[in-house]
């Protein structure tokens, strides 16, 4: 054979195949064609899915964080309104010690002005302004008796708490709550009973009879007098008696609050769970399924396809690489689905393939009968110059 006849052999090899190629990028189907156009972008019915990993991520270490920052300011909060009213109740003992001795001071003063004054009016001819002035202090040294017991009925009992109440009644100690309601209900109805008699005392002597106020100081007075004062010590020992109860309720607190950081820790890890749970099933689960379907393409199962499902990172990677597929499914001229006559992939004669390229036979996908006709007239040339030679 002539090289004018093996040029000529060649160039109409090379000719036929531009033709196939021609006619392969005319009639490429539709979806390798539109595989380079914006396709919709789906969404997914898991919202996550629709979210960027990176935000994905980010929101997936906050929430944590968030959920342990709310739980430990919460217990926080709480501790330090606990340590509040301790501090302001610890307070409020002391000044009500302060304010009871006050008042017995005042309470035994106004007792002894009060024999006193009735002593003087049972002098010959007293003095009128001398009385008037002693019951005059006589009932300043009430009033300011009176104001003092008023601020701890209003401001030292425990039933103002509410939540030492609760603390005292954890610990064991409710009952002292209402203990110290009944002395300081004690204590104003004696003194009340103890200033009527006064009064009644002080309005006798201005009547000018001195003996009948005598007799009221020591048939009502004294005794008045002895019952108030024992109910007001009666009530600053009770108040004395809180102090361990109170220390007995800061243990119980201090239990409770450690109970409430306990839970809260269980709380942020199983916060933790979910969230690298929700991570897991939107990223490494989809990822898994991913490198499966890498691996059945890798495998000759070119028709394999990824679900894209979302809007994020991973479902841009799933559509590109159905596209990637689709583009060369086209371009190898394979059909769009299996089919029985053409197997998924074939394998050229060994004494073809060997004459042709001296190599051992390789697996191919499966192609269309043009590009099969092309590869088949490009093996006949090696054998048509081995020929001429």
């Not at 960027?52 to 330090?80: D, E």
């Not at 302001?88 to 304010?99: C, G």
């Not at 024992?230 to 020992?237: E, Q, V």
Request: charged letters at 15%.
């Amino acid at each position: 054979m002539n090289p004018s006849t093996d040029e000529q052999s060649l160039s109409g090899l090379a000719t036929s195949s531009d033709s196939v190629s021609e006619k392969r990028s005319i009639h490429m189907p539709d979806n390798v064609r539109a595989s380079g156009s914006a396709r919709p972008r789906r969404t997914s019915s898991n919202p996550l899915l629709n979210i960027p990993i990176g935000r994905r991520l980010a929101l997936g270490f906050l929430i944590p964080a968030l959920i342990a920052a709310i739980t430990l300011s919460s217990v926080g909060v709480q501790s330090q309104q606990r340590l509040v009213q301790e501090s302001i109740f610890y307070q409020n003992l002391l000044d009500a010690y302060t304010s009871l001795t006050t008042a017995v001071g005042l309470l035994q003063e106004m007792h002894t002005n009060l024999l006193e004054t009735v002593t003087y009016a049972a002098r010959p001819h007293p003095s009128p302004e001398i009385l008037r002035d002693d019951q005059t202090e006589v009932r300043g040294l009430a009033t300011r008796f009176n104001a003092i017991l008023a601020t701890y009925l209003q401001q030292d009992l425990l039933e103002h708490y509410p939540d030492l109440v609760a603390l005292f009644t954890e610990a064991g100690h409710g009952a002292q709550v209402e203990e110290q309601q009944t002395y300081s209900e004690g204590v104003q109805a004696t003194w009340q009973a103890y200033r009527n008699i006064q009064e009644q005392v002080l309005r006798t002597i201005m009547g000018g009879s001195s003996a009948s106020a005598q007799m009221l100081v020591f048939t009502q007075e004294d005794a008045a007098f002895t019952d108030a004062e024992r109910d007001l010590h009666a009530l600053i020992k009770f108040n004395g008696s809180l102090v361990p109860s109170l220390h007995d309720a800061a243990t119980v607190e201090v239990h409770n609050l450690l109970t409430s950081t306990i839970l809260a820790v269980l709380g942020v890890l199983v916060g933790i769970g979910l969230v690298g749970w929700l991570i897991s099933s939107t990223l490494v689960q989809r990822l898994r399924r991913l490198r499966s379907v890498v691996q059945a393409i890798e495998n000759g199962q070119v028709h394999a396809r990824l679900n894209a499902g979302g809007r994020d990172e991973i479902a841009d990677v799933s559509e590109a690489t159905n596209a990637m597929l689709d583009t060369l499914v086209g371009l190898l001229g394979l059909p769009s689905t299996r089919s029985p006559t053409c197997p998924i992939t074939v394998r050229f004669s060994n004494s073809l393939t060997r004459r042709s390229t001296g190599r051992a036979a390789m697996a191919t996908p499966c192609l269309s009968p043009s590009l099969m006709q092309t590869i088949s007239s490009a093996s006949t040339i090696p054998m048509a110059m081995g020929s001429a030679t």
